[in-house]
């Protein structure tokens, strides 16, 4: 799980050596129409803002056991397995196309089309790339490469048929692209020091269009960031464990003891800590609502202790208020139950998740292969609050992604080093499934060009 950190440092020493890195060399792909990159723009200066001094207000602490939703009264997961299909229904092949890795270091980044099987490189130049995100909507796609004059690093957003739009400089003070805080900004992470291994970073936001970038608060009370917790499992943002939602209004990050805490940022005080949040791996997400924000995490405090390796999760909401929303009850039902990465569909309603429940008595009615222990496809409604098992084995480097029309999820299953990781797309309106790739990673979906 500390794969997303190395990629990180790996950057670091890519900005570092840029001048001196040889281009990758791409895997054959079909012949593409040459991209025209768009004119390299100036970065326009930087736009600061004050950061507020945080005020030792008395944290307050939500109570999530018991529980705080009604437990179900019939299945606590319904199982509703889906058998491969060799394609997809008539007319009912996803629009858009899929951006995929090919290397482990993001070497070769590819575009492919599920409805024609088409597979292009991203771009015509062989190039290495790192950090590659695309936008909520699924507008834009952000990348860093090796610049074309052959010195330093540059960030470039293209569009959804892949042609650039925009191309920046990448300074040598920016550490890490951390993803999009919404379609028109880019969230970037840079050394808090001179130290280019220190353990926590800031936060910035880059706009796209103008290149103005603001820095982002983040000396907040009670904020831990003295230790490699949470780890990995936050993805991108494990360098600075600050989650904010796109308002800029509400930041969560680790707390003491292994809380998660809820930070007003307009009004500088906390709003809540969710005391039984021990043991948070999984980066938690706000949803497109930007009013919610979903974490896994321990239901009774019940993290493993030292030498343990079970864990006992469930999914929780808290809203930009701080009420809390327990949406699983896996352990009335599972001795263990792990959650690794989880995403929103477009529409705020349903989370398409990975997640071990064992026991699991049917592995056999898993159409690829399978273990009992391995992680599996589910989803969740949050209105209704029914947990559905397709039987998809679901083991990804990212979370789980949604088309940008909400109605299939890409997943990527990672066997191991040494076999290749397994590319399924499910539709879950049709109730169809179809292993599309072999031996790549799955790391966004462009919707279709208009």
């Given at each position: 799980?500390q794969?997303?950190?190395?990629k990180?440092?790996?950057?670091?020493?890519?900005?570092?050596?840029?001048?001196?890195?040889?281009a990758?060399?791409?895997?054959?792909?079909?012949?593409?129409?040459p991209?025209?990159?768009?004119?390299?723009?100036t970065?326009?200066?930087?736009?600061?803002?004050?950061?507020?001094?945080?005020?030792d207000?008395?944290?307050?602490?939500?109570?999530?056991?018991?529980?705080?939703?009604?437990?179900?009264?019939?299945v606590?997961?319904?199982r509703?397995?889906?058998?491969l299909?060799?394609?997809?229904?008539?007319?009912?092949?996803?629009?858009?196309?899929?951006?995929?890795?090919?290397?482990?270091?993001?070497?070769?980044?590819?575009?492919?089309?599920?409805a024609?099987?088409?597979?292009r490189?991203?771009t015509?130049?062989?190039?290495?790339?790192?950090?590659v995100?695309?936008?909520?909507?699924?507008?834009?796609?952000?990348?860093?490469?090796?610049?074309?004059?052959g010195?330093?690093v540059?960030?470039?957003?293209?569009?959804?048929?892949?042609?650039?739009?925009?191309?920046?400089?990448?300074?040598?003070?920016?550490?890490q692209?951390?993803g999009?805080?919404?379609?028109?900004r880019?969230?970037?992470?840079?050394?808090?020091?001179?130290?280019?291994?220190?353990?926590?970073?800031?936060?910035?936001?880059?706009?796209?269009?103008?290149?103005?970038?603001?820095?982002?608060?983040?000396?907040?009370?009670?904020?831990?960031?003295t230790d490699?917790?949470?780890?990995?499992?936050?993805?991108?943002?494990?360098?600075?464990r600050?989650?904010?939602?796109?308002?800029?209004e509400?930041?969560?990050?680790?707390?003491?003891?292994?809380?998660?805490v809820?930070?007003d940022?307009?009004?500088?005080?906390?709003?809540?800590?969710?005391?039984?949040a021990?043991?948070?791996?999984?980066?938690?997400?706000?949803?497109?609502?930007?009013?919610?924000?979903?974490?896994?995490?321990?239901?009774?405090?019940?993290?493993?202790?030292?030498?343990?390796?079970y864990?006992?999760?469930?999914?929780?909401?808290?809203?930009?208020?701080?009420?809390?929303?327990?949406?699983?009850h896996?352990?009335?039902?599972y001795?263990?139950?792990?959650?690794?990465?989880?995403?929103?569909?477009?529409?705020?309603?349903?989370?398409?998740?990975?997640?071990?429940?064992?026991?699991?008595?049917d592995?056999?009615?898993?159409?690829?292969?399978?273990?009992p222990?391995?992680?599996?496809?589910?989803?969740?409604?949050?209105?209704?609050?029914?947990?559905?098992?397709?039987?998809?084995?679901?083991?990804?480097?990212?979370?789980?992604?949604?088309?940008?029309?909400?109605?299939?999820?890409?997943?990527?299953d990672?066997?191991?080093d040494?076999?290749?990781?397994?590319?399924?797309?499910?539709?879950?309106?049709?109730?169809v499934?179809?292993?599309?790739?072999?031996?790549?990673?799955?790391?966004?979906?462009l919707?279709a060009?208009?």
């Amino acid at each position: 799980m500390q794969e997303v950190r190395v990629k990180a440092l790996w950057l670091a020493g890519l900005v570092a050596v840029a001048g001196c890195a040889q281009a990758a060399t791409p895997t054959a792909a079909p012949t593409l129409t040459p991209v025209v990159p768009a004119a390299t723009a100036t970065v326009a200066a930087a736009t600061r803002t004050p950061l507020p001094t945080s005020t030792d207000t008395p944290m307050p602490t939500a109570t999530i056991q018991p529980t705080v939703t009604p437990l179900p009264t019939a299945v606590v997961m319904v199982r509703e397995c889906l058998s491969l299909s060799p394609a997809f229904v008539q007319g009912g092949a996803p629009e858009g196309q899929l951006v995929l890795s090919s290397g482990d270091w993001f070497e070769d980044v590819w575009l492919y089309t599920p409805a024609s099987g088409e597979q292009r490189p991203l771009t015509e130049d062989a190039q290495s790339f790192s950090g590659v995100f695309v936008s909520p909507s699924g507008q834009w796609v952000a990348f860093l490469q090796g610049a074309a004059s052959g010195s330093g690093v540059e960030l470039v957003v293209a569009d959804a048929t892949g042609q650039p739009q925009w191309t920046w400089p990448w300074p040598a003070e920016w550490r890490q692209l951390a993803g999009w805080l919404d379609d028109d900004r880019l969230l970037i992470s840079r050394p808090r020091s001179d130290e280019p291994y220190a353990l926590s970073d800031d936060l910035i936001t880059f706009e796209i269009a103008s290149g103005v970038e603001t820095p982002l608060p983040a000396d907040f009370q009670g904020f831990v960031n003295t230790d490699y917790y949470p780890g990995s499992g936050w993805e991108t943002l494990d360098w600075s464990r600050l989650i904010f939602n796109a308002a800029l209004e509400r930041v969560a990050f680790p707390g003491e003891a292994g809380s998660l805490v809820l930070w007003d940022v307009t009004a500088n005080r906390p709003i809540t800590r969710l005391a039984a949040a021990e043991s948070v791996r999984v980066q938690p997400r706000w949803a497109p609502d930007d009013q919610r924000l979903v974490y896994a995490g321990p239901a009774a405090r019940a993290y493993p202790q030292q030498g343990e390796t079970y864990y006992q999760d469930e999914l929780f909401q808290v809203t930009a208020d701080g009420a809390v929303t327990r949406l699983t009850h896996l352990n009335e039902g599972y001795t263990e139950v792990s959650f690794s990465r989880f995403g929103w569909s477009p529409d705020g309603r349903y989370i398409a998740a990975a997640v071990v429940a064992l026991p699991n008595q049917d592995p056999g009615l898993y159409p690829a292969p399978y273990s009992p222990d391995d992680f599996r496809l589910i989803v969740l409604d949050t209105q209704t609050l029914v947990l559905v098992d397709y039987c998809i084995p679901a083991n990804p480097l990212y979370a789980p992604v949604w088309s940008p029309d909400g109605r299939y999820i890409a997943v990527e299953d990672r066997i191991g080093d040494d076999a290749p990781s397994h590319l399924y797309i499910v539709d879950v309106t049709q109730g169809v499934a179809v292993e599309v790739l072999t031996g790549y990673s799955l790391l966004g979906w462009l919707a279709a060009p208009p």
